[in-house]
Each structure stands twice: as C-alpha cells, then as structure tokens.
C-alpha cells in the first residue's frame, strides 16, 4: 500500500508538468507532429509492462480486440490529444492543466449513456460544483483567456472521457496498462497515417486554403535541437511513457478510485510549478475555479473511496 502512495505521488508530478514541458518546447515543433511522436513513445516504453502483464494473465489478443484498440487509440490519440496539443498551443499551461482535470466529471456523464452505470446524489453535486469552477475560471463577461484554447481543452476533456468509458470493458480483461500501451501505439501509427496524406500537394493545398495549416504537411523529424532534447525525452519517456506507467502500478498497488487522488492533486500543483517554472500569473478567479474544482472532486472521490460505491456498477459490466 506504501508504494501505492510512493506510484501516486510520482505520477501526480509528472502529469503535472506535462503542460509546462509541453508548452516549454512546443514553439519548436508542429503541434500535430508532438503529439503522435510521444504517444508513439510513450506506448513503446509502456509495451514490456502491458506484454507482462497479459503473460501473467495468460491472456492473447486476437484480431477483434485488435480493431477495438485501434478505435480506442483514434478515440484518444488522433482526436483528444490534438485538441490538447492544440489546446496547449493556444492557451495558458495552467489553465490547460486544470480544466483537463475536470475529465472525471465528464467520465460519470458517459459512463451513465453508454454503460449505464449509476449516478449519486455525490456525483452531481460534484458536476455542479466543476461546472461552477470552470465558469469562474473562464470568467465569461470580463475574460482575458483565449476561448478558442479553453474551447479546444474542454473538447480534449471529453472525448478523453469517452474514451476512458469505451476502454472501460477492455480494462476489465486486460488490464489499464494493456489497454492504454496499445490504445497509445495504435493510435500513433494512425496519427502517422494520416500524417503522411497531407504530405500530397492536393490535400496540403485544401487544407492551407480552409485555415489548417497547423494540419498541413506535417514534419516528422524537425525541431529536435541540442537545447531541447532533455525536454523532449522528458516529455516523451518520462511523462507520456514512465507516467502512466507508475499510474496503473497506484492502481494494482491500492484502488482504480484512490489512484485517481491525481486528477485531485494535479489542478493545485500544475499552475503552482507554472508560476515557478514558465512564470504564469495565477490570477484569483483561477484561484477560486480551483477551490470549486477541489471541492467537486472531493465530493466524487473520496464517498467511493469509502464506501466502494462502483463495486456493483464494475460487476455488471464484467459480466454483460
């Protein structure tokens, strides 16, 4: 259980300065090209993990659970994470931070149309309070944010929910591990995919002609420079690979619900090492979204903590 806190700890930090790196090197590369290169990486360092931990299971993929993979990676890399890249391009790093954390609420949401589960009264007092702070922290009459940054964080939000909820089945099989390293690596190679069709001189005209250039000819290999590559190999290892990987061993060292305190801890601690880091002002209506935010995720978290609330809903998704 110590090291179940030891794993939390660790991976709380490093998701929380996944906005900073990001923002830190991301003049240097296309947003596009970012975004497919650490996921592609961050899968590879997952793979020995998530091929351990189907051994152990005596469990082999067949073609089936192959395509759903490559659907969940579409899900996550190629449409959530370039709004997020995107959303980090556009926008503050701290604010990026905080209202991707705001994802759960929108995992409860989906969780409810798609898979049916439960809602509790806990759940939509914290819905109420995170809409408040997000609100607050957008500040909609006397705003100084870029909307489009916010917009695009809020569409990265949840469509990551949705594919949290859809990975959901395949997590009770194979695991989270399993399910993030090939969701990651699928997802990369479409990215990869589709990368390479806007290098063709028709598809980067009609893109730069409709305002897309950020999705027009995307480079693979420019940008790396001797300033930069610590950053970058901290972003794509340590970040993208090691973190997640520290965040499913919190969930086989203690809960799904208590691995989940990092999504409580990140939106306090990410704009803090923005302000030491990249010196982001922290305005106080940010500073009040992020109580109401705490205080949503507060009220979500720590009742199914104690009182296992989701056992039930978990059950009867194994066996439907």
């Known amino acids: 259980m110590k090291k179940g806190y030891v794993y939390i700890a660790l991976s709380t930090f490093l998701f929380s300065t996944m906005e900073i790196a990001l923002k830190t090197v991301g003049s240097n590369f296309n947003p596009i090209q970012l975004s497919m290169t650490r996921f592609l990486i961050g899968g590879i360092v997952l793979l020995p993990f998530a091929l351990k931990s189907l051994k152990e299971k005596s469990i082999s993929l067949n073609l089936s659970d192959l395509k759903y993979f490559s659907f969940l990676g579409f899900m996550c890399v190629v449409i959530s994470m370039t709004f997020y890249q995107l959303a980090v391009s556009t926008s503050k790093a701290s604010v990026v931070a ?140 340590f970040v993208t690979g090691v973190g997640y990987a520290l965040y499913f061993k919190a969930m086989e060292e203690t809960s799904a619900n208590t691995a989940s305190l990092v999504f409580f801890f990140k939106p306090v601690l990410s704009p803090i090492l923005a302000f030491l880091l990249i010196h982001e002002h922290i305005p106080f209506n940010m500073v009040i979204g992020i109580i109401f935010i705490i205080l949503g995720s507060i009220s979500s978290l720590f009742p199914s903590i104690f009182n296992n609330k989701y056992k039930d809903d978990n059950k009867a998704i194994e066996e439907s």
């Open 98 to 237: 905080v209202l991707f954390s705001c994802n759960p609420v929108f995992v409860m949401f989906f969780a409810y149309i798609l898979l049916r589960e439960n809602i509790h009264k806990n759940n939509i007092i914290s819905l109420i309070l995170e809409i408040i702070g997000i609100l607050i922290i957008i500040n909609p009459l006397h705003t100084n944010l870029n909307l489009n940054g916010v917009l695009l964080t809020l569409l990265s939000a949840i469509t990551f929910a949705i594919y949290g909820v859809l990975g959901k089945k395949k997590c009770i099989k194979f695991g989270g591990l399993a399910v993030t390293c090939f969701s990651f690596i699928f997802g990369s190679l479409e990215m990869i995919i589709l990368s390479l069709l806007t290098k063709f001189d028709f598809v980067s005209n009609l893109l730069n002609s409709n305002g897309l250039g950020t999705f027009s000819n995307i480079p693979f290999f420019t940008g790396y420079t001797l300033s930069n590559i610590l950053y970058v190999i901290y972003i794509f290892v």
